[in-house]
């Protein structure tokens, strides 16, 4: 109940921003703020909470984008019901590639592999086929209504965007504390401990990835509605994947808050870095290739972590007293 308390704070502070500024650069970097920790908050549900790594998500979040792309200009749905189809055809996914996955007992680096090379199969299938628009891509017209999904400010996708992070934070504090949550970081742990006391872990990472799918095609759509336009690049590139797994690595994985700290974090990392040195080609990317190696180095367990961690602990090498020496 204290988890769904502060869900709800945040989401007051978060909705009121538009009220009280009208300043686009303000309006935007909230909105792709939110954006960012909504692709965090979908890979920490299979990755953090799961602890199965994907380096694929672009998969989920491609076929989001182009299920909503394509159900409102070749099956003439609205956007609003294209949505949910949206994130039912990247479920869809999920639980296909799990299946297809887990069956067969692939976890580690080689799952990790696996979603990355799904990913590019996608990518390269939606380069060939013509109802993807093949490598020009789709670009949906310009029809600008509240019915239509398409705001007159960025205000109304702060609001769209705001509602999506909201259902993360729901499922992840669902998983936080309800039996499945606690089936699925007993298979992160220990998966034949898991199985000893009766726990499926074929089933348990299977309903993660299926959660986590969903959520990553949500983002996609949301994408195509603000941008209008997708192609094989955008929708199944390594970028977004990387995206998503990093801010979730470093705010804090399996955590409830930390996806969404790690995702703002290097989200104002990355704005300070390229307006400050923008002008110096590839020096604004090694500045934020440093820090990035910095914050694994010395905040193992994220962001969200840093509280918790003791003067002794730092001189341990960050170690608490449950962990193994």
């Not at 789709?138 to 209504?145: G, N, R, V």
């Amino acid at each position: 109940m204290k988890d769904f308390r502060k869900i709800a704070l945040f989401v007051l502070l978060v909705g009121a921003v538009p009220f009280f500024t009208e300043s686009g650069v303000v309006l935007n970097f909230v909105m792709t703020a939110l954006y960012a920790c909504l692709l965090s908050q979908a890979w920490n549900v299979l990755g953090g909470f799961g602890g199965q790594f994907s380096f694929g998500h672009a998969l989920f979040f491609g076929t989001g984008a182009y299920v909503q792309a394509i159900a409102q200009m070749q099956w003439g749905l609205n956007p609003w019901l294209a949505l949910p189809v949206s994130v039912a055809f990247a479920a869809g996914v999920g639980a296909f590639v799990g299946a297809a996955s887990f069956r067969y007992g692939l976890k580690g680096s080689y799952f990790a592999l696996v979603t990355l090379a799904f990913a590019e199969v996608f990518r390269i299938v939606a380069t060939s086929v013509p109802f993807t628009g093949a490598g020009v891509g789709l670009m949906l017209p310009l029809k600008e209504s509240v019915a239509n999904m398409q705001f007159a400010s960025r205000a109304g996708f702060i609001w769209l965007m705001l509602g999506l992070v909201t259902l993360a934070l729901g499922v992840t504090a669902w998983l936080r504390h309800s039996r499945f949550g606690a089936y699925l970081q007993a298979v992160r742990d220990n998966e034949d401990a898991a199985r000893a006391i009766g726990v499926n872990p074929f089933s348990v990472k299977l309903i993660a990835t299926i959660l986590s799918g969903g959520l990553m095609g949500a983002g996609g759509a949301f994408y195509v509605q603000v941008f209008q336009y997708i192609d094989p690049g955008i929708a199944f590139g390594s970028h977004t994947s990387v995206e998503a797994l990093v801010g979730a690595i470093v705010g804090g994985l399996g955590t409830l808050w930390g996806p969404l700290l790690g995702a703002i974090s290097l989200h104002i990392l990355a704005d300070l870095t390229r307006n400050l040195f923008g002008q110096l080609p590839g020096i604004n990317m090694v500045i934020y290739g440093a820090v990035l190696i910095l914050i694994v180095m010395f905040l193992p367990r994220g962001i969200a972590g840093l509280g918790a961690i003791t003067p002794q602990q730092w001189l341990r090498g960050h170690k608490t007293d449950g962990d193994k020496s």
